[in-house]
C-alpha cells in the first residue's frame, strides 16, 4: 500500500509544489508581518507568485500518460492537465492584479489575502483531476472555505461581509445537499471511486430500471448536480453568484468567474463522463442511466442559466455586478458543451474555457483599474471614459464585443464551435436560443459602449484620466489574445483536441 | 434485526428537517446549526450503509466531514461575528443592500 | 419485538423530536442545547450499527468541539430571540410547503426501497460490521488507502484556522 504513495509522488510535484508554496507564504507572513511591524504583504505576494510560476515550469515535464495516483484517488490525464494550465495561469493574473488593486492593498491583511489564492489554487488543481467523491468533496471545500474568506476580504464594506455570509450559507447547504446524494450513491454502488461506480452501474446489477431503486439513483444525483451547479452557478443554484461578485474584491471576482468556474465544470465533466457513460454502446448518450433523457435536462438547465443571466444583467447599473451576471449567462453557454458529451462537445468547451479567460479577466482588468483610479463602479461613471482614456475605452469596448461573440473577435470563434457542436448533435434549437441571448447580450453592453463614447461626463469633466503605464501594457497584453484568436485559432483547437482525452478505466 | 430502511427513512427525516430549519429560520446562527444536522444525518446514512454492505469506506467518509465541518463552523462564525461588528445583527433579513 | 428494533425507536424519536425542537425554538441557546441532544442519539445509533470510533468522535468532535464553539459564539454575541415562527410563516409558506412536499416524496422512495432492488439485501448487518468500526481497522485503512485526503484535511485545518483569524480578529492599534 505504501509503495502506491511512493509512486504517486513524481507525477504531483505540481502540487505539491502549489501546497508548500501555501504553507511557506503563510510562514513568511507569519514572520513579516508580526504585530506591531508595518507590512505591505508584498513579500508574501511575491512568494505566492514565485510559487505559481514554479509549478507553471514543472507541469511541461509532466508525462500525461493517463493514469490513477494515490489509489483512485487523483486521475492525471490530459484533460485534467488542460484545467491545471488555465487555473495556474489564472492565478497568476490575479496576483498580479491583486497587487496593483487599492481595496486589496488598503487590507491590513494584504499577506492573508495571498495565502488564500495559493490555497484556493491548490484546491481548484485537485478538482482537476479528482476522481473519487471523497477527493470532490474535500478539494471543493478546500476551494469553497478558501473563497468565502477572499469574498469577506474587505472587512471595512458592509456589503463584503454581507457577500461572505450570503456565501458561507449557500455553500455550507448546497454541499450538505450534495454529500446526501453522495451517501445514497455510495449505498447502491458500494463504492467511492468513481471507476467502481461506472462498472458497477454499467453491470446492471445494483440498480434495476423497473424498481425503486433506479428513483433513488436519479434522486441522488441530482442531488449531486445541486453541489456542481452550486460552483459553477448555474441556475437555479446562482442566488450566491450577484452578492459574492460584486461584494468580493474585483481581484476575487474575476478568479472566481474563471477559474472556480472552470474547476467546476472539470470536475462536473469528470464525474458524469465516467460515472455514467457507457462509452463502448453510444457515445454522447448517458449509458448507464435509461429512462431519463439526461440531455435535455442538461439543454433545459443550460437555457435557463444563460436566459436568466442575460436578461436580469440588462437592468444592473454596477459594472461588477453586471459582469456577474454575464458570466451566469458564459456558464449556459458552456454547458451547451456538456450537453452533447461528445469530443466535439468538449473540445468547443475546453476552446471556449481558453478565450473566455482572456476576455472576461480583460474586462474584470478594466473594472477594477478603473475603480481603483475614480472610485466608483457605476455605469454612469463611465460616461465619457472613451474620449477621457482612449486605451482603457478601446480595451473594454474590445472585450465587450469578445463576450458578446461578434467577429471578429476571439469570443465569435468559442461562440461559434459552441454553437456547432449542439447543431452537429440535432439541437437546433438549442443554438437559436444561443444566438438569440448573443442578441440580447448585446444590448446591455452597448449600454456600456454608449456611456463611454456618446455620452458626456456627468458633471461636464473632460479632462483626460492619466493610468499608469503598467495598466496600459496589461490592457494592450489582454488585447492581443482577443484578437489573435479571432483570426488564427487552428493552434487552440488542436491544443483543446488533445486535450479531451480522460482516462478510463 | 433492523432492516436498512430503518436507519435510511431516520436519515431523511432528520435531512428534511434541517433543509426546513435552514429555509424557514432567519437566525445565522441556527442556520449553520441546522447545516450540521443536514451533516450529521448524511453522516448516518454512510454509517449505517457501512455497516450493511461490510465496507469501511463509508466510515472514512464520515471522519473527513466532520474534519471540514469544523473547520466549516469555525470560518462561518468568524464571518458571522465581522458582519455582527459592522452591523450589529445576524439576521438574514437584515442583510439586504444587495439585491438584484 | 426485539431489544435491538426497542433500542433503535427509541434513539430515533429523541432525534426526530430534537431536531425538530432545534429548529422551532426562537432562541439560539435552546436551539444549541437540542442539536446537542440530538448528537448524543446519533452516537447511539452508531453503537447500534457497531460504529464505535464514529461514536466516539461523535460526542468529542461534535458535542465537544463544535457545539461549544457555537455556544460561545452566541453567548458573545449576545443574541435575542427571533419572532416566533408563526408571524413570519405567512412569507416563507410556500417555500416550506414545497420542501415538506419533497421530503414526502424522498421518504416515500425510501420505504420504496422494500419492494426490491439491492437494498432488498441489506435486511441485516454484514458480518464484517463488527470488525471494520474498531479503532485497529479504521487506523490501517485511514492511513494507507486515505493518506492523502487525510494529508488534504491538514491543508484545510490550516486554511480554517487562519481564515477564522482574519476574519474575526479586530483591528490591529
Known sequence: ?505 | MVPIHYYLILSAVMFITGVVGVLTRRNAIIIFMCIELMLNSVNLTFVAFSAYLGNETGQMFVFFIMAVAAAEAAVGLAIVIALFRNRQTVNINDVNILRW | MSSELIVFLILAAVGVLSGILMITRPNPVNSALFLILNFMALAGLYITLHAQFVAIIQILVYAGAIMVLVLFVIMLLNLEDEEPLREQMSKRHYGSLLVALLALVLIVQVIGWNSGGTLETMREQSPHALRIGTVEHIGSVLFTEHVYPFELTSILLLAAIVGAIVMAKKRFP
Open chain 1, 1 to 505: 500500500m505504501i509503495e502506491i504513495i511512493f509512486e504517486s509522488i513524481p507525477s504531483f510535484w505540481p502540487e505539491i509544489t502549489l501546497s508548500l508554496t501555501f504553507v511557506i507564504s503563510m510562514i513568511v507572513e507569519f514572520i513579516v508581518g508580526g504585530k506591531g511591524k508595518k507590512s505591505t504583504g508584498m513579500t508574501t505576494g511575491l512568494i505566492v507568485l514565485l510559487g505559481f510560476t514554479v509549478t507553471i515550469l514543472q507541469m511541461p515535464f509532466q508525462d500525461l500518460e493517463p493514469r490513477l495516483l494515490f489509489g483512485t484517488m487523483i486521475t492525471l490525464d490530459p484533460f485534467a492537465a488542460f484545467f491545471k494550465y488555465l487555473i495556474v495561469a489564472a492565478g497568476i493574473i490575479v496576483i498580479v492584479f491583486s497587487m496593483q488593486s487599492h481595496e486589496v492593498r488598503r487590507q491590513e491583511t494584504v499577506g492573508e489575502f495571498f495565502c488564500f489564492i495559493a490555497a484556493m489554487t491548490f484546491g481548484m488543481f485537485l478538482m482537476a483531476g479528482a476522481s473519487n467523491l471523497l477527493m470532490i468533496y474535500l478539494s471543493i471545500e478546500l476551494v469553497s472555505l478558501s473563497s468565502y474568506i477572499l469574498a469577506g476580504f474587505s472587512k471595512k464594506l458592509k456589503r463584503s461581509g454581507e457577500a461572505a455570509l450570503k456565501y458561507v450559507l449557500f455553500g455550507g447547504a448546497a454541499s450538505g445537499v450534495m454529500l446526501y446524494g453522495m451517501s445514497l450513491l455510495y449505498g447502491l454502488t458500494g463504492a467511492l471511486d468513481i471507476y467502481s461506480i461506472q462498472s458497477t452501474l454499467a453491470a446492471g446489477m445494483v440498480v434495476d430500471v423497473h424498481d425503486w431503486s433506479f428513483v433513488v439513483l436519479m434522486l441522488s444525483i441530482i442531488m449531486i448536480l445541486v453541489g456542481f451547479g452550486y460552483k459553477i452557478s448555474a441556475v437555479p443554484f446562482h442566488f450566491w453568484t450577484p452578492d459574492v461578485y460584486e461584494g468580493a474584491p474585483v481581484s476575487v471576482t474575476a478568479y472566481l468567474s474563471v477559474a472556480s468556474k472552470a474547476a467546476g465544470f472539470a470536475v462536473m465533466v469528470r464525474f458524469f463522463y465516467v460515472a455514467f457513460f457507457d462509452s463502448v454502446l453510444d457515445l454522447g448518450k448517458w449509458g448507464s442511466l435509461p429512462l431519463v433523457d439526461w440531455n435535455m435536462i442538461i439543454a433545459l438547465l443550460s437555457v435557463l442559466t444563460m436566459t436568466l443571466g442575460n436578461v436580469v444583467a440588462i437592468w444592473q447599473d454596477n459594472l461588477k455586478r453586471m459582469l456577474a451576471y454575464s458570466s451566469i449567462a458564459h456558464a449556459g453557454y458552456i454547458m451547451m458543451g456538456l450537453v452533447v458529451m461528445s469530443d466535439l462537445g468538449l473540445t468547443a468547451m475546453l476552446a471556449y474555457f481558453v478565450i473566455y479567460f482572456f476576455m472576461n479577466l480583460g474586462a474584470f482588468y478594466i473594472v477594477m483599474s478603473v475603480a481603483d483610479r475614480i472610485g466608483s463602479e457605476h455605469i454612469d461613471d463611465y460616461r465619457g471614459l472613451g474620449k477621457r482614456a482612449p486605451v482603457i475605452g478601446v480595451g473594454f469596448s474590445i472585450f465587450l464585443v469578445s463576450l458578446t461573440g461578434l467577429p471578429p473577435l476571439a469570443g465569435f470563434i468559442g461562440k461559434w464551435m459552441l454553437f456547432s457542436a449542439v447543431i452537429e448533435a440535432h439541437y437546433i434549437w438549442l443554438a437559436v436560443i444561443g444566438v438569440l441571448n448573443s442578441a440580447i447580450s448585446l444590448y446591455y453592453y452597448a449600454r456600456v459602449f454608449r456611456n463611454m463614447y456618446l455620452r458626456e461626463p456627468l458633471n461636464g469633466d473632460e479632462s483626460p484620466i492619466t493610468f499608469s503605464p503598467l495598466v496600459i501594457v496589461i490592457t494592450i497584453l489582454f488585447i492581443i489574445p482577443n484578437i489573435i484568436f479571432g483570426v488564427y485559432f487552428g493552434p487552440l483547437i488542436s491544443y483543446a483536441q488533445r486535450s479531451v482525452e480522460l482516462f478510463l478505466q
